[in-house]
């Protein structure tokens, strides 16, 4: 940081991947973009997540939606690189920044990422 700002910094993170939880926080606090690759978890993601998808019909979304809307509720400085191949597939990423939950709902939508890690 003495050469250049740091401005953003891309690692991987999901809703089952939190290695990098003490990196988001640090971006938190210093006001860099936190850009996470994978954010559904790649080829294993949300698989592991049975009860993700469950909790998704519930709020009658996806469990990709769900997961990235996670992603955006989880910091301000979140800005996910989810794959995007068709534009049905962008318009359902997009949709992930409207779903509104309360914090009652939240905390069960972490509980349930808690078992999936």
């Given at each position: 940081r003495k050469v250049l700002p740091i401005v953003s910094v891309q690692n991987q993170y999901n809703i089952t991947n939190r290695k990098w939880e003490r990196t988001l926080i640090y971006c938190a606090k210093q006001g860099i973009a936190f850009m996470p690759w994978s954010p559904i978890g790649g080829s294993r993601g949300l698989r592991e997540g049975e009860a993700l998808?469950?909790?998704?019909k519930d709020y009658h979304t996806s469990a990709v939606q769900l997961a990235l809307a996670w992603l955006l509720h989880r910091s301000p400085v979140m800005l996910p690189i989810p794959g995007t191949s068709s534009v049905?597939?962008?318009e359902e990423n997009v949709a992930a920044a409207a779903l509104t939950l309360t914090p009652t709902e939240w905390q069960r939508i972490d509980a349930l990422a808690n078992r999936a890690v």
């Open positions: 998808e469950a909790a998704a049905a597939h962008l």
